[in-house]
């Protein structure tokens, strides 16, 4: 087990060494001159450009500024925003605000969707089923910030529940709402993979054998069923994360979230190489570190499964 | 004979009303929903069942056994439901009881032992769990330690010897045999007055077979649990049980005392069982000394009446002459010293064929015998060329086959086809008939659209089918049907070889002895040569001229078929022998 964690973590890293050069060349690559962009209408004198320049290495060519860049990482320092504070800084702001978001949608995502999905399962054909099906196609076909939008507006604005917009130090409860939308985005593939599986399950020999040992239904579901089902839907959670990261940059966007998503579409924006990069690099580290868990947690699920060796 | 009236005599006092049955089946109507309407799978079935006794529910595939058995413990698959009728439980309606009452019966009064070991426990939990589960939900034993120690024993008493360490492992690290086992010990748990086992072993080779289904007899004996076993093979079943139910689509045909309904079936359907089952063909033949000795015994009887009935002693009498008549034919394949080591990671090598020799007289056929790994699959696989072998030598029609390459293995191939097991799994779904059997002829550019058409209800004709069958596809047909179809293709190219891989053990008894029928009448027209592999002697004897019993990647013994079944010399081939069921009934001659 040690070592299949191990071989996993070391091969996490041409993945890092490959994502973070594509991304520090195509931040490079994007036109326009950042720090020229960075007085906007103004015309800094031509001295502050070069000293500038010089600060943030934009003066040398680009594979000296990735390796610089990449130099700097190993040894801790992520650089400087162009606004003049440490990445590392911003990353702490930012980071717990987006995982807590995330974490919440996870959470709602997984109890909605494996619930309801369950219980159309269990019941296919029925009404319940029927409708699930409609609810969640028509919240697959609604774009997320449609969605977002509506929400605000009639759990914020019309009945008032919760605040449209994030508080500073985006508290918990101002993250409910846009945890929800977030949720939203996967929470239909969910109810319709669970729900698949389940039949599917329910169906399995095993499963009629457990009643003929007689145990009663309500022990067959959630040890002889569930778990089972639960298998492909975890697998699905982890591959799926990446939609969660891109989904949580538009939320964050339209609460107003204090977030990684915000934080980074800005610094896109701007053209902030090391910011950008650290950001991403960070992201991918997390997506890697969750498929790996993921997969760990496949093993507990999946005795047959096993990383020995 | 005394035995079996005393039998009925019992019966008949017992029917008298001194005892009530502890199963009592009446009038019993079981229909699925369909598209088309209400589907009859069990149509008026009754059966009585007294304590104590042991009784076989036989029929082929859709014959409504299965469904009758699940119906006792209401767990009817998708749309099924009772529609009419009754299933008494010491005077209990079952079809009548709630659910509750149903939890409280299944386990505790009706044990259930299911057909696949390897699809019926649960992949994710372990088998110690599955089992003390049944326990705890039976209420037999409280407290954990009680659990476990009631689950060990359960177990030990199912044969698992050392069930204290094996309760922690899953079940993908048990064999199908040892799964089987733990399936009987569960259905056993909370020691039920009733057992159903739905064809307990048909998916276990045949000497773990008889090991399992010994035990499980001295089991229930010893416990006096009464019986109710469901399988196709008719000599299993009279073998197994005093009491026989012949069911055929959703109906009881015959039913009684077992030695008498092999000795003297009534029914046209139980007839044509008789004269079908291989186990008791072999056996009869065996019993009666020759072949055409079984032959001339069976013209009085009943099976023989029956007139279209597929006799497989007929079938074998047949082959017998027309080997008898062939003068000493030149080998069509011979083998030297073939060995397959297969590489497996972390664990070195394993080597699946050993050093196996043999030789196939054009125009006969082989029987390659024996268990599932074997390696008898793979000696196939070899002489097809589809897998190379590690060292060795296969001669085919005087060419080294390790030599042949290219167009001239091209060109070999056509002249060596295979038939496969599954008949479901080896016709492409998406192809009609008539396009699955000329692929061959379109890949060896044999003739023109016409003429190949021509060829194909040719190989319809000869293979007996409608040549109305050639636009249909696959789902569209019957098992049989399509292993005829399977054979068709086979022979599409006029190969003179044909490797038969299993090709009979997916079926019922009867297409069975049809497929086997027909294989037979090809031979004699065509002067086929064919590699049988199976695991089943008691097909073996109807079919092959020489037997090579293939035992861990070697062939232990090799003979003809006569002196094989008697006088094995070996004991792992006595062990098989064995192993066919039907050994113990005294057939009518």
Known sequence: MAGYILRRLLQAIPVLLGTTFLIYFMVFAMPGDPIVALFGDKTPPPQVIEALRERYNLDKPFIVQYLIFLGNIFTGDLGVSFSGQPVSEILMDTFPVTLRLAAMAVFFEMVAGISIGLVSGLRKGGIFDASSLVVSLILISLPIFVLAFVMQWFFGIYLGWFRTTVGPGAPTQDLILPAIVLATISFAQIVRLTRASVIDTDGQDFVRTAASKGLSRGRIVPVHILRNSLIPVVTYLAVDFGTLMVGATVTEGIFNVPGVGRTLYQAIIRGEGPTVVSFVTIMVLIYLVVNLLVDLLYAVLDPRIRYAK | ?589
């Open chain 2, 1 to 589: 004979m005394s035995e079996t009236s005393n039998g009925s005599n019992v019966q008949t006092e017992r029917a008298a009303g001194a005892e009530r049955p502890l199963l009592e089946i009446k009038d019993l109507q079981v229909g699925f929903n369909t598209q088309d309407g209400l589907v009859k799978a069990v149509d008026g079935v009754n059966i009585t069942l007294y304590r104590g006794q042991s009784l076989a529910i036989v029929g082929e595939s859709g014959s409504g056994k299965s469904t009758t058995a699940h119906a006792i413990i209401n767990l009817l698959p998708g749309t099924g439901h009772v529609s009419g009728g009754q299933i008494l439980l010491d005077g209990q309606d079952l079809t009548k009881a709630s659910k509750k009452d149903m939890e409280v019966v299944r386990g505790r009064k009706i044990g259930f032992v299911p057909q696949d070991p390897m699809s019926n426990l649960n992949p994710v939990w372990s088998i110690g769990f599955q089992v003390e589960e049944a326990i705890k939900a039976n209420g037999i034993a409280t407290g954990r330690k009680e659990v476990k120690a009631r689950a060990v024993q359960v177990l030990k008493q199912a044969g698992l010897g050392d069930a204290d360490r094996r309760m922690r492992q899953f079940p993908h690290q048990f064999s199908g045999g040892m799964r089987q086992r733990v399936l009987i010990g569960m259905g056993l748990a909370a020691n039920p007055q009733l057992l159903i086992a739905d064809e307990p072993t048909s998916a276990l080779d045949v000497t773990v077979q008889r090991v399992i289904l010994d035990h499980l007899e001295s089991l229930t004996r010893e416990l006096g649990t009464t019986l109710l076993f469901i399988t196709h093979d008719l000599g299993l079943a009279a073998e197994r049980a005093e009491q026989l139910v012949v069911m055929y689509k959703g109906r009881v045909v015959e039913s009684g005392p077992s030695v008498e309904i092999l000795q003297n079936p009534q029914h046209p359907y139980t007839q044509r069982l008789v004269a079908a089952a291989p186990s008791l063909a072999s056996r009869r033949i065996q019993a009666t000394g020759s072949i055409s000795a079984a032959e001339s015994s069976m013209a009085d009887d009943a099976a023989h009446a029956a007139g279209d009935a597929i006799d497989l002693i007929a079938t074998a009498e047949a082959r017998a002459e027309a080997l008898a008549a062939a003068p000493e034919a030149a080998p069509a394949i011979v083998v030297e010293d073939l060995t397959k080591v297969f590489k497996i990671r972390g664990s070195g090598d394993f080597t699946a064929v050993d050093k196996v020799s043999f030789q196939i007289p054009k125009g006969t056929t082989m029987a390659l015998v024996g268990e599932s790994g074997s390696g008898k699959s793979t000696v196939a696989k070899m002489l097809l060329k589809l897998e190379d072998a590690t060292s060795g030598k296969i001669v085919v029609g005087g060419k080294d086959l390790a030599s042949v390459t290219g167009k001239e293995l091209f060109n070999l191939r056509s002249r060596m086809q295979p038939v496969f097991q599954d008949p479901y799994g080896s016709l492409n779904p998406l192809r009609n008939i008539g396009n699955t059997i000329a692929e061959p002829l379109f890949t060896h550019k044999v003739g023109n659209n016409a003429s190949r058409r021509e060829r194909v209800y040719e190989l319809l004709d000869q293979v007996s089918l409608p040549r109305t069958l050639i636009s249909r596809y696959p789902n569209e047909l019957s098992g049989g049907q399509r292993q005829r179809i399977a054979i068709a293709r086979a022979l599409a190219l006029k190969p003179e070889i044909v490797v038969l891989d299993e090709a009979v053990s997916a079926l019922d008894v009867l297409v069975q002895a049809q497929i086997l029928r027909l294989l037979a009448d090809l031979q004699a027209e065509l002067g086929l040569t064919y590699l049988f592999i199976t695991h089943d002697l008691a097909v073996v004897r109807v079919i092959a001229d020489h037997v090579c019993v293939m035992q861990k990647g070697r062939i232990v013994e090799a003979a003809t078929t006569d002196s094989v079944f008697d006088s094995p010399q070996e004991q792992y081939t006595k062990d098989l022998l064995a192993a066919i069921p039907g050994a113990s009934i005294e057939l009518g001659a």
